[in-house]
């Protein structure tokens, strides 16, 4: 069994900045891939920010050089932060892991967090 708890979501203004962590635990061997997604109601859930265990990230576009993912791999944890954060951010936020569970086995498997809202308005 594997948990994520996320934390960080919140109402910001216009302009402002969030942390998001995600803090992974349970029955892990390794993680392949840390990152965070996002939906709003009546879309399709998109990438924000993914990181490796090596540490290559990818961004979706519309948050380039806004945000930024790290993790520490110690602590089975992503960190997102956001800034300039702007009213089309406001988001259901949601933390994604891909994972091995096994040494033995070369199987993924995929976990979702419960989610976190953050709500950028004036």
């Known amino acids: 069994q594997v948990q994520l708890v996320e934390s960080g979501g919140g109402l910001v203004q216009p302009g402002g900045s969030l942390r998001l962590s995600c803090a992974a635990s349970?029955?892990?061997?390794?993680?392949?891939?840390m990152g965070w997604y996002r939906q709003t109601p009546g879309k399709q859930r998109e990438l924000v920010a993914g990181i490796t265990s090596g540490g290559t990230t990818s961004y979706g576009d519309s948050v380039k050089g806004r945000f930024a993912i790290s993790s520490d791999n110690a602590k089975k944890t992503v960190y997102l932060q956001m800034n300039s954060l702007q009213p089309e951010d406001t988001a259901v936020y949601y933390c994604n892991v891909q994972l091995r569970v096994l040494p033995t086995s070369s199987a993924i498997f995929q976990y979702w967090g419960q989610g976190t809202q953050v709500t950028v308005s004036s």
């Open positions: 349970g029955s892990i061997f390794s993680i392949n891939v």
